[in-house]
């Protein structure tokens, strides 16, 4: 038997390149301080990496390996609980330094809100920017109960970040009469399908894109594991179709989050992630 004298460290299955040597940089973030119904997101990170090594690195999808890849797994980012502007700016800093060593940051989060700190690093270096959004919800409130920093408020930020026209939701179903009346003419948004990815797509083409999934955009019945579900959603196989009619698009930066793994009894929602993850990482290196 041959000893491993390595540091025993828990990976996301088959990323174990070096900082230094990696394409893509991933790390979770358990932060879940602004969830305004059922919190836990911020244990997904750890449940995800636990749960990966029940997955096939392997991709049938995509005939792709992610073992093939160089993908760092950073582990988990030290998040303030309680302050959100704060967690903003070190997931923010976290993802500049990856993008200005030339790799690709992923973030397993953690409530939504999050996503936030991601796309103002990459705004930052990519003025052009343009976002798909996958989610249940809208996420485009102005404010929730007076807060502006919110998973609730987290594609308005964007917005006030980017502006019109650059904002894509895919598989929305549930906000208020007030977000659906501003997104007419503010984003384009798909209602409850992920209909209109390849008009979507094409019309990204040429800029450079992030994507954020709320992994609440699948239906409950085989996503139960989220603090917010929301009947009436996509299937798994539809959102890897829509994911995967993105290939090919400049990514700069992707995220899964929503995960909250107490709600998850029997897994399948975290082996879902997991597998989500997967096919992300493969599509977008
Ligand atoms: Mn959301
Ligand atoms: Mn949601």
Redesign the pocket.
């Known amino acids: 038997m041959r000893a491993n004298l390595k540091t025993s460290v828990q990976t996301f299955m088959g990323c174990r390149a070096e900082y230094e040597e990696s394409e893509i940089a991933l790390f979770g973030a358990p932060f879940d301080s602004t969830t305004s119904y059922r919190p836990g997101a911020r244990f997904a990170s750890s449940a995800i990496r636990a749960e990966s090594i029940g997955i096939e690195t392997y991709s049938p999808y995509q005939m792709a390996d992610l073992e093939n890849l160089k993908i760092f797994d950073a582990g988990d980012l030290e998040l303030p609980f309680g302050n959100a502007g704060k967690a903003l700016d070190t997931i923010e800093a976290f993802c500049g330094k990856v993008q200005d060593d030339d790799k690709m940051p992923v973030m397993i989060g953690g409530e939504?809100l999050l996503t936030f700190g991601a796309v103002r690093a990459a705004a930052g270096r990519h003025p052009d920017l343009r976002v798909m959004h996958f989610?249940a919800?809208a996420?485009l409130r102005r404010d929730y109960m007076g807060e502006s920093l919110s998973?609730a408020t987290?594609m308005r930020r964007v917005w006030d970040l980017l502006g019109d026209g650059r904002i894509f939701q895919f598989g929305i179903r549930s906000g208020t009469k007030d977000e659906f009346d501003w997104a007419a003419s503010h984003v384009r948004t798909e209602l409850f399908t992920v209909r209109g990815i390849d008009s979507c797509a094409e019309a990204a083409c040429s800029y450079p894109v992030y994507i954020s999934v709320?992994l609440d955009v699948i239906d409950p019945s085989e996503f139960p594991g989220t603090g917010t579900p929301e009947a009436g959603g996509v299937s798994f196989k539809d959102l890897l179709d829509a994911l995967l009619c993105l290939r090919g698009l400049n990514v700069v930066g992707f995220d899964i989050c929503?995960l909250s793994p107490h709600y998850d009894v029997s897994g399948i929602s975290t082996a879902l992630a997991c597998k989500i993850l997967r096919e992300m990482l493969i599509a977008y290196h």
Do not use: A, F, N, T
């Open positions: 939504h989610d919800h996420d998973h987290v709320d929503e």
